[in-house]
């Protein structure tokens, strides 16, 4: 096999943090500019056109512009969605662009931007919070996305048709005049909770709180929330705040860092364990067997095993691992494997745009999203060790 060559960012350029959607990759330099290749339907790329960049020679390096993000503003986190970018700039704004059927860009419309000239830089709106500040934001390759703000405090727009955007109902926000800033309230984790973490999937989310427990809410077709049953949370009234359970991790267990996929979530424990929950129809709880966990009581908390690696994942290697202790499994789905969800990814709504692309906006389920309860402060994207 040939070596695999690196990517030409640029002379002497370098990556510092690197994002990766459904068909698009951008990347923060060490000169903090931003710069996206792959495919560029919906202006994705944020270079004022749609062709796609890094599929033929000469598209790469000193080639290949930076996105425009405003006069001497430069970027410190870049998050990337199935078919839209948001970037958080240096001084702790918010800018994202591409696909907007739902207003996953929170510019109040539902217009595309970024797929033509004048449409980037300085005439590209920053998000309006009010006066919220932003620690940092979510986004997966769903069409929603959420920031958490220094105060501890979350919220999400775009679409909601799970409940993922935690309001307790299926309004999207941001797809309107008057939906933003102080009109997007912040999402009720309960009495005197806050949050550390933020993790986001298709249609649904996770928080890791002040406590490190973890509150999850949204779509729930697989037990992925973690509540023993398949009911969605956030989609009506009465299912936020104290009514949220935290989901059961086990006696005196705890979440680090949080990683959700499509339809099941991941959780690294304080003990440096992993444990899985949701679907399993591939193996992906890790598990040895294809049957989903977290649909019933008796799938979480106490049995729900963590993942036999056969050593504890540790931050820092140690020269002699410490074994863990090898989990007998108790109960076992009788879920097929074949998913039941029947409204899963087929989405080919067409945006309004009057420069409207042929592309459907079909996705693939190929993605996670990470989060750490480190808080991100500079442009060196934190991530928690796994195997």
């Known amino acids: 096999m040939a070596a695999l060559t690196a990517i030409d960012l640029g002379t002497d350029r370098t990556a ?10 951008c990347a923060i330099l060490d000169n903090h500019k931003v710069k996206c290749w ?22 790469m390096g000193n080639n290949l512009p930076y996105v425009d993000l405003g006069a001497a503003r430069t970027a410190k986190l870049i998050r990337t969605g199935a078919a839209h970018t948001c970037a958080m700039l240096d001084d702790d704004t918010v800018k994202c662009w591409g696909y907007n059927k739902v207003g996953e860009l929170g510019l109040g419309d539902t217009t595309i931007h970024g797929d033509n000239p004048g449409e980037m830089g300085d005439d590209l709106p920053i998000l309006d919070f009010g006066t919220r500040r932003v620690q940092t934001i979510a986004v997966n390759n769903g069409e929603f996305s959420c920031a958490l703000f220094d105060s501890g405090a979350i919220t999400c727009w775009g679409w909601n048709t799970k409940g993922e955007l935690g309001q307790g109902d299926t309004n999207n926000r941001g797809d309107n005049a008057g939906e933003m800033g102080t009109a997007l309230l912040d999402i009720n984790l309960g009495s005197g909770h806050t949050a550390k973490a933020i993790t986001v ?3 649904d989310a996770c928080a890791i709180l002040d406590d490190d427990s973890v509150k999850c809410w949204g779509d729930n077709t697989s037990g992925q929330l973690g509540y023993g049953d398949t009911n969605n949370r956030g989609d009506a009234s009465g299912e936020m705040g104290d009514n949220l359970r935290t989901v059961d991790l086990g006696n005196d267990l705890t979440a680090k860092s949080m990683s959700i996929g499509y339809n099941f979530n ?28 977290g649909t019933l ?9 963590p993942i036999a690696f056969g050593v504890v994942l540790t931050s820092t290697p140690t020269s002699t691992p410490t074994k863990s202790n090898t ?20 989405k080919t709504s067409t945006p309004t745009n009057s420069n409207t692309l042929t592309k459907t906006g079909t996705k693939t389920n190929t993605s996670t999203s990470t989060s750490t309860s480190t808080k991100t402060v500079t442009s060196t994207k934190t991530a928690t060790r796994t195997p």
């Open 16 to 25: 510092i943090a690197i994002a990766a959607g459904t068909y698009h990759t």
């Open 38 to 59: 792959g495919e560029n339907s919906y202006g994705r790329l944020g270079l004022g056109d749609t062709d796609n960049r890094g599929d033929n020679p000469g598209e």
């Open 201 to 203: 999937g298709y249609f």
């Open 266 to 293: 991941c959780a690294l424990l304080n003990t440096n364990n992993l444990k899985c929950w949701g679907d399993n129809t591939y193996g992906q709880l890790g598990y040895n067997d294809t049957a989903t966990r």
């Open 297 to 305: 009581n008796d799938y979480m908390g106490k049995y729900l095993p």
């Open 327 to 346: 989990p007998t499994k108790t109960a076992t789905s009788t879920k097929s494997s074949t998913p039941t969800k029947s409204n899963t990814l087929t």
